[in-house]
């Protein structure tokens, strides 16, 4: 979320599916609604300019509807349904993470 607040997002989407029966807030754990605080509190107690501004030098577009969350390259689509892209994406996403950093 900091590093997405960085590079100038305006908005954060927090996908929580599906709802779980012994869970009121789907799959949202307390560790997850703890980051979120932080980050809120963060973010609202700092100026944008104590994290750095990172000026975009390159963008990596993903196909439409595409929700692979990206933590590594074995993740799930929407944490649930596995895809053959994932390697290909994962290692072309590395090259210009290494050549770019969060530019």
């Not at 307390?30 to 700092?46: G, L, V």
């Amino acid at each position: 979320m900091i590093t997405a607040y960085r590079v100038g997002a305006k908005y954060l989407i927090v996908f929580n599916y599906p709802k779980i029966k012994d869970n009121l807030y789907g799959i949202l754990t307390e560790e997850h609604f703890t980051a979120m605080k932080k980050f809120w509190n963060e973010i609202h107690s700092y100026p944008r300019s104590i994290f750095g501004k990172v000026e975009s030098q390159v963008a990596f577009v993903l196909p439409k509807d595409y929700g692979w969350r990206m933590r590594n390259p074995n993740d799930e689509i929407w944490g649930f349904w596995p895809d053959n892209l994932f390697p290909l994406i994962w290692d072309k996403m590395m090259k210009l993470v290494k050549t770019y950093g969060s530019n």
